[in-house]
Structure formats: C-alpha cells, structure tokens
C-alpha cells in the first residue's frame, strides 16, 4: 500500500464520520420532537481491488420505521378521539342539567307539585296561587333553557364539524402534496425522511377526526381512504363538506354523492350525537312536559276558578322546547281552577294534581322518575365514554410508547455515536499526521 | 426494549395527569361536600339522592301542611269550646227556668238566652288566617246572621258544607275543618232503595222546615237514564203548592253492590241546598239510598227540625212572652250540645291523627336525611387522607423527575 493510500483512506474517514456526526447532531437536535424519527447511519467498508481494505464508506442513512405499530396507532387513534369527544359534548350536557342540584329540573319539579299541595290547605290564598304561578314558571323556564340548550349544542356541533371537516381537508390536500414531494426527492436520489415524517403525522391527525384506513402503494405514495370514502394520493385529494339528510349530520364529498361512513373518530362521535344521542334526550324531554301538561291540564280543566270559570287549561299545549303556563294563568292567579264544586275554599283538584306526581304516566313510571332516569341515563353514557376514553388513551399512550421506543431519539444512545465517531475522527486525523511524519522520513532520506 | 427520551417524559406526564386528575376530584368533593357533583359521578346514586331529596321536601310540605292543619282545628276547637260553655249555660237556665219559683221571671231569663245566642253566633263565625272556620269551603263570606228583620239567623254565603282537606302524607289526605252544615245545619238523609226494574219516575216526599218554622214539602224523584244511572229531581214546594227549589243530580249506583258511585261524577255526599229569601237550608243526603232489582222504599230522616240559632230565639221569645221552654225545644237544645261534643270529639281526633302522622314524618325524614347523606356526603376524613395520600405521590414524582429527567450521558462526559 502506498501512503498515498493511507493519506486518501484517512481523509474519506474523515468525511465520513464528519457525516455521522452530521446525523447524530439531527438526532440530537431533534431528542423532543415526537414526530421524528431516529436516522441511523449505515457504515460500510470501501470495496477493495486487492487483499488490503480501501477504508469506510457511508452505505445509507436509515430512518427508523414502525409499520405495525404505525398501523395499530391509525386503528387506535379514532377510538380514543371519539370517546373522547363523546364524553367533552356529554360533560356540557351535565353541566346543561345541572343535577344533582337546587337549579335542576328535579327540584322545581318537585317544588311546582308541592306549590298545589300547599294550595289545597287554602286554595282562596293569592300568596299560595302565586307561589304555584312562580313555582310553574321556574319549571317551564328551566325546562325550556334544557331543551335549547341541547338545540345550542347541536349548533355548536355544526359549527366545530365544519372546523373539523376542513382541517381533514387541509390534510388531504398535504397528503397528496407530501405524497408528490416524497416521490420526487426519491426519484432524484434525495433524502425524503423529514418529509415522510410529516406526512405520517397528518396522517396521526386525520385518524382523530375518523375511522381511516391508509396504505402504501409500489411507488410509496399513501393511499388514504377516509369513513371508507377515497380521500388522498398523489394525484388528487378529496374535499369533503358536512351535510344535513334529513335532519341527520352527515359527512360527504363536495358532490354529495359518496357519504362517509363513519366508524370511529371526532367526526363519528359528533354526528352521531347530533343525530342520534342528543335528539334521545329530547325526546325524554318531550315525554316529560308533553305528560305534566296532560296530566295537569286534564284535572285541572274539570275545576272551576275563582272567576266562576271551569274548562281552563294550566299549560298551554306543548310544542317541542316550549312548555308554558297559559297566559290566563300567569296574568291572573284566580284562574287556577281547583274547586271540584265551584266553592272559592275548595282545593281537592290542587290534592289531585299534587297527586299526580305519582301517576305512573310514562312507560310505567312517574315523572320525577322518569326525570331521574333520565339524568341517570346521561351519567351512564358519560361514565361509558369516560371509560372507553380511558381504555383506548391507555392502549394509545402504550402504542405511542412502543413507537417512541422504535422511531425515538435516545440522548445516551446519541452522545455514545457522538463519542464513537469523534474517536473514529480523531484516529484518521492521526492517521494522516503519520502518513505526513512517514512521507517526512521518505523526504528527509532523499 | 430501547428506552428513549420522549418515552421518560410522557410515562412522567400521564402518570402526573392521571394523579392530578385525582386529586381534583378529591378536592372538588371536600368543597362541596358532596361525592355527587354531576350525574357520572354515580349515575344510579344520582338517581337515588334526587329521588330522596324529592322526599325530604315532601315530608316538609306535609309537616307545613299538619302545622297549617293543627291551627285551624285548634281555633275551631276553642270555638267549639266556646259554644259549649254558652249551651251549658242555656241548659242551667232551663234546669233553673224549671223551678216555678224562677218561671215567673221568665223575660229575665230571655236575655240570658239571648247573650248566649250571640256568642254563639261570634264562635260560629270565627275566623283564622282569614277563613271562616264554619264556611265550609265557601269560607270567605261569613256564614251566620241574622235576617234583615233581625228575627231568624241566616246561612249567609251559598253552601257551608264544603270539607277541607291537605295532603299529610304520600297517601293521607286529612279533614282539616269542621264544617258549618256538620254542626249546625239540618240534615235530611235519605235510605231504603230504588227499584232499578223501573223506568219511569221513582218519586218519595218529605217535610221540611225553615228557620221560622214554615213547613215546605222536599219532593224527590229518580228516573232511570241508562244502567245503574239515575236522574235525581229534588224540588222544594211551599204549603200554597208553589215550587220555591227545584235541581237535579246525576246519581250512579255500582253495578255489583247496588251502593251509590257518584253524584254529578264526583264522590257522594250531601247536596246543600239553600232556597234564597225563605231562610231555609239543609243538607240532603242520598248516599245511604241503594240500587235493588223490585224494590222502591226511599224514607227520610232528619237530625233536628230547625238550627240552634233559630230553635234559641224561639225560646228566647217564647220566654219574652212568659212562656218556659217546651220538652222539644230543650230536648233540641241537648241533641246540638251532644252533637257539638262529638264534632268536637271528632276534631280532637283529627288532631291526633295529625300529630301521629307528624310524628311519623319526623322519623322518616330522619332515616331519608340519613339515606341522602350516606348516598351524597363526603367521608371527610378519609378523603383528606386519600387528598394527603395523592400530595405525597405527586412530591414523590416531582423530586424523581427532577432528578432522573434532566440526566443523560451528556452530564457525565
């Protein structure tokens, strides 16, 4: 070997663990950023002619991948989020309904029965037709905030869908961006790594918003289809819109032709609680006052007021979200009529309606029970959504861990490299100072 | 397994965010001292606590109910209390009136009566919180007094034989009024049967009296409208054969034991009736008359001829004019103090009952307030040790983060 050879041998190491460093100084750089994944450099001895080595060249940068746990993470993903989402929309709906509590429906509720027990004992009283005035107006107030609180909520959903959906379809679009730019850098022999780890992070955000399914073509583009609707590759990328049928939240392509079908996911979770949950508890809602004003109105429109009047109604008929006294009623309290024979002292209808409290007048049950169950359905359904949001964000957090295991940074592992290829450095350096000090010696001989 | 950095800090955050999350909730529990802030924090226990609160304010109606109920039986049973010193003192001036001695100053007895005439008048239209005690449940207007030629006292206000009643309990429902038809009016039962084989008129009679002591003729009829239902016409004619009173009711009997259903729909009772400006009212009773297949035998019966109030003003005059008192008008005069003893019996009663059920109540809404407490009440004590518990793990993850975190192999090169 001549020295020329050792000095060429050297002066590639140099360069070569110069590069490594390069790499390990990213690595570094990049120890907190979740989205990164570690690269690794390949070393690799230089092909010889001869018996003797031609030293050491890079072979590749490899990033580190976790296909399986990529894949489990997009299957994970949307579970957690809908949970997630259920339990925050359902939250609302507690703090909407305020029970256990002296602002809850079950109270005044309460208190509007007991407002005609208390009238039976003198039932000519103004102060005790008042109080019942009041007591009803407490409840229709309260009942009626419930009802379009719900029917806020569900606008609200609207609103952050929307949100939602064109966040998705920003994605989309850096998708097929990514999708062109990665196919580009390996097509010119580029490094495409940071590239694909920012793809693989839109893609982690759009498994958020719904079930989605991706995979990876021949030429390595990601092909994602979302609620099983295509959505992205190279070439094009969909663009979806939220859309009402029917009085169902749906999300579809612009055309409206394809709707998702929606599995899992933020988006399944608020469509389905606009169609299906939140109307549920309406429809409770409705049972309830559609009952209390049937059964108040049909004892009370059979006794006769202190105006001489008999046939009033107590409640005005009910329409969705809007129970209300009758205006007969609230301008003027000598109207109830609880008088079963016409006498101003008369209260045995105040006793009846008092009594109805207990007439089993929904599916089997009372009112205030029926009400009970349904605030015992509400904190069911949030404690089931808290559950599966806790399951799913372990089995996540797990996932994420594996990952961080696989694709992460380690600092030790990094200072390690650093130290290895700093030493490798050093001892080519000194390898060429020997060469110097051996072609020296040749010289001096001369 | 490599262990990589962003691994050590996010097992370091969740672990902190689970153990905050804890204590939050800990913490919200102590400040409220409820375990139940929302309805997920125990979805059935939710459903319980309300369902036991609805109950606590229940039993504190009824207990509001019972004080009110209490109050108006007490009045009334001072009132009666009342009456019966002024009937006693009538029935010693009859015992004295009976020495022949004292006959002769018979007019000097007359104002004794007619002292006792208007006491007992006042007692009969005592009021409380507003209420005639004695109206019934027509009880704003005053129901005794006396006719414009001041000779008769009048039911004033339209029916004075109106019950009261309050909710006392789930499913008591208490009588809380002693009603002025109860102790003073005439009442005219009715009984026998009516032959539910015919179709026409089935009619019966009976005399009756004003306050004045005018014979009337109470004329009843039932005619037969479909199964078991009858239409009862009750007219009040006059000597000259003038009808002065003429209603009806529809009257429906049980198909199985022939016992009266209803009357216009609603429960049996009396039907008052006062003919205005004859001073004459009394209470008619059919809720003993029956249903039977050939038989048609209605008779009447009534407690007394005419009220207290007119029977001591005729004595009064009598005794005016020299006249002593006759064995009827005394008799009359002991079957309304025997009768007002046991209204009076009656009220007492009623107030008994009413205590019992307080009672009752009390206990209760200790066991409902002790059933909401173990449902919604906070262990203190071992929620602040569980807070303490959660405080010592969390410092415990402070100091090992803050020394396990920040090392690497940098810090030892």
Known sequence: MSLGKILDISKNSLSVYKQALDVTSNNIANASNADYSKQTVILTSERSDGILGSGVKIADVSRAKSDLIDKQLLSYNPKYYEADERSTIISQMESLIQ??????????????????????TNS???????????????????????????????????????GDVSDLNDNLSQVQELNSKIFAAKTTGQDASDLMDQRDKVVSEISQMANVNVTQNDSGDYVVSVGGVYAADRFSSTAFQVQMNNGELTVGTSDSSTPMQLTSGKMYAMTDMYSN????????????????????????????NLNGETGVNFFDDYTSGNLKVSNKITKDSNAIAVSSDGTSGNGTLATKIADSKSSKVIDGVSIPDYYNSLVSTIGSDKTLSDQNSAANKLVVDQLTNQKASVTGVSLDEEMTNVIKFQRSYDASAKLIKVADEMLQTLIEMV | M????????????????????????IQTQLATNSKLNKP????????????????????????????????????????????????????????????????????????????????????????????????????????FDYSSDNKTVQVKSSDISGDLYVKTSQNITQKINISGAELFSTKVSMSGSIDSTKTDAQQSTTTVYDSRGNQYNLNVSYTKTADNTY?????????????????????????????????????????????????????????????????????????????????????????????????????????????????????????????????????????????LSKEKDVDVAQAVMDLQNKNYLMQMSYKISSMVLPKSLVDFL
């Open chain 2, 231 to 371: 239409d009862m016409q009750y007219d009040v004619v006059d000597s000259g054969g003038t009808s002065v009173y003429s209603n009806k009711s529809s009257v429906k009997f049980d198909a199985n034991n022939g016992g009266i259903q209803s009357v216009d729909g609603k429960d049996p009772s009396g039907i008052s009736i006062n003919v205005s400006g004859k001073d004459l009212y009394f209470v008619l009773d059919p809720t003993s008359v029956t249903e039977k297949s050939g038989t048609s035998n209605v008779s009447y019966s009534a407690n007394q001829k005419t009220d207290i109030f007119n029977t001591l003003i005729k004595i009064r005059d009598n005794l005016k004019a020299g006249t002593t008192p006759s064995t009827d008008d005394i008799q009359a005069v002991k079957d309304f103090s025997a009768r007002l003893l046991k209204v009076d019996a009656q009220a007492g009663n009623y107030i008994n009952t009413m205590e019992n059920t307080d009672d009752l109540l009390t206990s209760q809404g200790v066991e409902l307030n002790t059933l």
């Open chain 2, 40 to 143: 997920s924090d125990n979805p059935s226990g939710t459903a319980r606590a309300l369902r036991l609160s609805s109950q606590i304010s229940d039993n504190d109606v009824y207990s509001s109910n019972i004080a009110t109920g209490k109050a108006a039986l007490n009045s009334t049973t001072s009132a009666m209390d009342t009456m019966n010193d002024e009937i006693n003192k009538v029935l010693v001036a009859f015992t004295n009136l009976q020495n022949p001695v004292n006959s002769t100053q018979a007019s000097a007895y007359a104002d004794t009566i007619d002292n006792s005439i208007t006491a007992l008048l006042n007692a009969a239209n005592t009021e409380q919180d507003g209420k005639y005690l004695f109206g019934g449940t027509d009880f704003l207007s005053k129901p």
């Open chain 1, 277 to 304: 949950k939140l109307p549920e508890y309406q429809q409770s809602l409705d049972s309830i006052a559609s009952a209390l004003v049937d059964t108040v109105n049909s004892i009370h429109s059979t006794g006769t």
């Open chain 1, 99 to 120: 029970e256990p509590s002296d602002n809850g429906i079950s109270t005044y509720l309460n208190n509007f029965y007991n407002s005609w027990t208390q009238l039976a």
């Open chain 1, 124 to 162: 000519s009283s103004t102060a005790l037709r008042l109080s019942v005035v009041q007591a009803a107006g407490n409840l229709t107030n309260k009942f009626n905030d419930v009802y379009q609180g719900i029917d806020e909520m569900k606008g609200d959903i609207v609103s952050e869908l929307k």
């Open chain 2, 2 to 25: 490599r262990i990589t950095d962003n691994m050590l800090t996010n097992t370091f955050l969740n672990n902190f965010a689970t153990t905050k999350a804890q204590m939050q909730d």
